[in-house]
Structure formats: C-alpha cells, structure tokens
C-alpha cells in the first residue's frame, strides 16, 4: 500500500511539474506571438508584390502599395510559423506511432493521438490564414498549385485519422490502424514543406533561400513567431495530455469499481 501511494505521489508532483512547465511555455509563446504580431503591423518594411489587384492606396518610399500588398505581407508573420509548426506537431506523431508499433505502448498512442489533435487545431489556422493571403495576394480564394494542393491533402489526411479511430472500437486495433495511419499522413508533410523547390510554383513563394532573404526588422519578428508558435503548441499538448491522462485514470477506476460491484 505504501508502495502504490508513494507512485501515486510522485506522479501528482511530476504531473504538476509538467503542468507548470506547459502553462510557462504557453504564456512565454503567447507573448512571443503577440510582439511578432505588433512588430509586423508597426515595425516590418513592405515588399514588393507580383500582383497588384486594388489601385494604389499608399505610395511609400516612390513603392506603390495596395490593400491587398500591405495586408498579404502583414498576415505572412502569422501564416508561416503556423504552418511550420502544423507540419512539426504532424511529424512528432508520427514518431509517437512508430515507437507504438515497436513497444505497444498505450502511453505512446495517447501523445500520438495528442499531437495529432493540435495539430489539426494549427492546420485549420494554417488554412484560414493561407486562404486570406490567397485572396488578398493572388486575387481568388484558392489555387491548386503544389503548396496548397499537397497541404490540401495533408489536411484531408489528418482528418481522415480522426475518422478512423471513431471507426474503430478494439483499443489495440485503434491504436495499431491509428499509428500507421499517422506514419501515412506524416509523409506528406515533408512533400508540402519542399514541393516549392521540387516544382517551382509561379506564385507561391519559396520561404529558404541562399541568405535568410529578410531585414532584420523582417527577421525579428518572424523568427519570434516561430518560437512563439512552438511554445504555444507545446503548451497546449502538455495540457491536453495531461487532461486526457486523466480522464483514462477515471474510467480505469470506474471500470474497476464497476467489476467490484459485480464481484
């Protein structure tokens, strides 16, 4: 007895621990979010667009600017480090699933299934701020060129997950179909994140080049928003991690007072 309420304390204190933890980086990734944010709107140079749909609203420094152009570049600061940490959050499950394919581990299914869940929550984010720098930039609402036709299908895929655990009762098959699943789907990532260079698009950019290709005013704030994304993430999984942990140790105790009360 002694044994079990000494592992039940040391759990409650590493859980708190972790809670802190996540709680720090959510705060700390929100600030940091916010100053990209501000620095973008207030701070950050415009460039030069390759369309120019609106006439002219603003002529700065002899460059024309246009709604469209200022809001584009604007929402690029947002847009970006979602996607980045889409595809990080998509990949870190996939690992989850591998390591539940090689040990069976329900604890390794749960972080897959958990990464998995936020990272739908940045893909949906990913996808509502591509389709306004879409319609403000390219002038319509979405283009099937490689970047948003593979993420298309990243996205489609990561639903297509959540589909299949519903589907699916037995646990053990659950967790198994789950974990190759997610493997699929985290292939896809790494196609998105390079198509660009693999087939040069005529419209969407290519983020790396041989230099950062950014200002410092650019590269401040978009470097924090990454930061500030992944602190954000991070947070959340902790805690819905730790939330779901939890309610699988309630239903344990009610499945076990239950099978006492049939005793």
Request: charged share 15%.
């Amino acid at each position: 007895m002694s044994n079990a309420l000494e592992h039940s304390y040391n759990l409650a204190q590493t859980r708190q621990k972790w809670t802190t933890i996540a709680v720090i980086a959510l705060i700390l990734g929100l600030v940091l979010t916010t100053f990209d944010v501000i620095w973008a709107f207030f701070r950050a140079p415009i460039v030069a667009s390759d369309v120019v749909i609106d006439p002219p609203a603003v002529l700065e420094g002899g460059t024309v600017i246009t709604n469209q152009l200022l809001f584009s570049q604007k929402i690029f600061y947002f847009h970006v480090p979602v996607a980045i940490v889409s595809f990080v959050l998509i990949i870190a499950a996939a690992v989850y699933a591998v390591l539940h394919l090689m040990h069976h581990s329900a604890e390794t299914d749960l972080r897959s299934k958990t990464c998995m869940e936020v990272g739908l929550v940045f893909i949906i984010g990913t996808m509502i701020s591509g389709d306004l720098w879409t319609r403000h930039d390219w002038g319509v609402w979405w283009v099937w060129e490689p970047r948003l036709t593979t993420y298309f299908i990243l996205t489609l895929l990561v639903i297509a997950y959540f589909v299949l655990r519903t589907a699916i009762d037995e646990p053990e098959r659950k967790a198994r179909f789950s974990a190759v699943f997610a493997i699929i789907a985290a292939i896809d990532a790494p196609i998105s994140f390079g198509i660009t260079r693999l087939i040069p698009s005529s419209i969407h950019p290519v983020l790396e080049r041989g230099d950062s290709g950014m200002s410092p005013d650019m590269l401040i704030p978009f470097v924090c928003g990454i930061f500030g994304m992944l602190l954000v993430a991070f947070g959340i999984f902790r805690l819905r991690l730790l939330l779901q942990e939890q309610k699988l140790e309630v239903e344990s105790l009610k499945a076990r007072l239950e099978e006492l009360d049939r005793q």
